[in-house]
């Protein structure tokens, strides 16, 4: 399985960050999040109203993945992560013993999640599941960005190379956030080592070292692909009744599926002629008046079946702890 490691400031993950603070009920870290997620959150809402009533069939698949995503949480990781950010308030307000007796808590978390999970180094604590949609809808445009990100990349312009690319993106986005077991415990021992020492402001940054270094795993699902798909399904129903309408949605298909190659959804994948080649087939049988049930169910499963293979693939992003105070 692919896997791409990135530097991700996970302080800027504004809604990990103000969802912990609801479920931990106080902090200083969570209330500032939930502060500037606040100024966000009208723009957000409304962009996702409009998103819900103009194509709700990926509004559809978003919320299977969330569905999924959540039941994955596991909630002794949870607790660790809440306990770790009372101890951190506790700190502020120099109350050391609770400190101390928040970090015991959070340490007797881990310990249960290492004696469960001995094998398993990541352990997800949060979920993320949204529907980024700033593709331009014909190719010569989204040509144009790719060549400038490129040439972005090779100046060394990281900056501009990713505003570049993030309006290539048509994707679902499921990122879940991780607690690394290889370190987090270290983390807590050495807070509370520095507690007894007090060592108050060395152990708090600690902490919050630990807390910011999660891992976010990736994982996109294309719209185009689920485009595509909604409009073989559509053709095949309109196949029995009007064909000029069927021959529409094959061409929709068709175009979803190069958008998808051209927006760089694994865009060198050979599958992606094998699929065009099979829709305009599909076209030519259906102009023929020819059999055509068993060629739409073998498409719609090669097309599910490479769908389900880009969505699977992982992406992972791990914050490296510096800078994340500032951020807050």
Request: charged share 25%; no cysteine.
């Amino acid at each position: 399985m692919k896997e791409t490691i990135h530097t991700l400031l996970m302080a800027t993950s504004l809604s990990f960050w103000s969802g912990l603070a609801i479920l931990t009920g106080s902090g200083a870290v969570g209330e500032s999040a939930a502060s500037q997620s606040q100024g966000q959150a009208d723009t957000a809402s409304q962009h996702k109203d409009a998103e819900k009533q103009a194509r709700p069939e990926i509004e559809k698949q978003r919320q299977q993945q969330d569905q999924q995503g959540q039941q994955s949480v596991d909630k002794d990781a949870v607790a660790a992560l809440q306990e770790t950010q009372k101890a951190i308030t506790a700190i502020a307000a120099n109350k050391t013993s609770d400190a101390l007796a928040a970090i015991e808590q959070a340490t007797g978390k881990i310990n249960i999640l290492l004696a469960r999970n001995p094998s398993k180094g990541l352990i997800p604590v949060s979920v993320e599941v949204d529907v980024i949609d700033n593709a331009p809808r014909d190719a010569r445009t989204a040509l144009e960005l790719a060549m400038n990100a490129a040439k972005a990349m090779d100046d060394d312009d990281f900056p501009a190379a990713r505003v570049l690319l993030d309006a290539l993106r048509s994707e679902i986005r499921d990122r879940t956030y991780h607690l690394p077991l290889a370190t987090y415990p270290d983390a807590l021992k050495e807070a509370a080592r520095l507690l007894d020492q007090k060592k108050n402001d060395e152990a708090k940054d600690v902490l919050l070292t630990a807390m910011n270094t999660l891992v976010a795993i990736d994982k996109v699902t294309p719209i185009p692909l689920l485009l595509a798909r909604t409009a073989l399904n559509g053709a095949q129903v309109e196949s029995q009744k009007d064909k000029a309408a069927a021959q529409k949605l094959l061409e929709a298909a068709k175009a979803e599926v190069m958008r998808a190659k051209q927006l760089g959804y694994a865009g060198k994948d050979p599958e992606y002629v094998a699929l065009n080649n099979d829709i305009s087939n599909l076209e030519k049988q259906l102009k023929g008046g020819g059999e055509i049930a068993s060629l739409f169910n073998r498409l719609k499963a090669k097309l599910a079946a490479f769908t389900n293979r880009q969505s699977s693939q992982q992406h992972k992003q791990q914050q490296s702890g510096s800078g994340s105070r500032a951020a807050r």
